[in-house]
């Protein structure tokens, strides 16, 4: 029916005037701001007529939809292309990208543009940053392994992390984080190393490390960092593993894209 109505349908309607003009969108991504903080950025964009503006939240990630009428994606694209980018001058920072993409593939092309590689090492996401990262055809051209290290002793043993510092801070700290990280990065010979350690829940919180706290640690050349996300437990344990890796993707990804070429 597809083939049907692009070949034979949709240029008799054209013939006969029918067809009109056609909607085009252009979807922009973010992620790091709230629904109602980008909607506060915006605010003056929703007020238009053409192109309209209008935002979107599901699982965390925010979406900015530019819509308008045009017979020609060019015309489109000239009445699309100001506003977007006078949102982005606004939001840039926040927004990975445009369309289909999405932060893996966003990390991956980056990646492979600069030719540089990522390991992994996780304890409460069990493997789902390697999945995300691997979710892609082509994936070994930048990611080259992980370690699951739910553990302190494999932590210890197979990521070298001091088991002074497991004694000091606990397993979901940033020190640890940093510790997996740096890690990874050496035991997998790569040019960058993710590490995820939080509590996923329901249970095993404290009043200082509640449910829903992930610690990232993020090494590359320049050193490690260390990012702590509070997801709650309101939405629960699969809630804060997969919000954890899409976090964990977005800080790599303000690593490699410089604030002044975001969004990808």
Avoid at 234 to 239: A, K, L, S, Y
């Amino acid at each position: 029916m597809q083939a049907m109505w692009t070949a034979t349908a949709v240029p008799e309607l054209a013939r006969q005037g029918l067809t009109g003009d056609r909607l085009h969108s252009r979807i922009l991504h973010y992620w790091g701001i709230s629904e109602s903080a980008l909607a506060e950025k915006v605010q003056p964009f929703f007020e238009l007529a053409d192109p309209t503006v209008a935002p979107y939240a599901s699982k965390g990630q925010v979406r900015l939809r530019l819509t308008t009428r045009g017979q020609t994606p060019e015309a489109a694209a000239a009445i699309l292309g100001p506003v977007e980018s006078q949102i982005l001058a606004l939001t840039g920072e926040h927004c990975f990208g445009r369309d289909e993409d999405t932060l893996t593939s966003v990390v991956a092309r980056h990646l492979m543009e600069r030719r540089e590689t990522l390991a992994v090492a996780e304890s409460c996401t069990g493997g789902g940053l390697g999945q995300a990262l691997t979710v892609l055809p082509g994936s070994s051209a930048y990611f080259v392994g992980g370690a699951i290290a739910y553990s302190n002793a494999v932590k210890v043993q197979v990521l070298g992390v001091n088991p002074d510092t497991l004694s000091r801070h606990g397993a979901v700290s940033g020190p640890v984080a940093a510790e997996m990280a740096l890690g990874a990065r050496q035991r997998f010979g790569s040019d960058w190393a993710i590490a995820i350690t939080g509590v996923a829940g329901p249970g095993g919180g404290t009043p200082e490390k509640p449910v829903g706290t992930a610690w990232i640690g993020l090494a590359g050349a320049d050193g490690v960092q260390t990012h702590l996300e509070t997801l709650g437990d309101r939405r629960g344990r699969d809630w804060v593993r997969q919000t954890s890796v899409t976090a964990a993707l977005d800080r790599l990804r303000r690593r490699l894209v410089p604030p002044s070429e975001s969004p990808s």
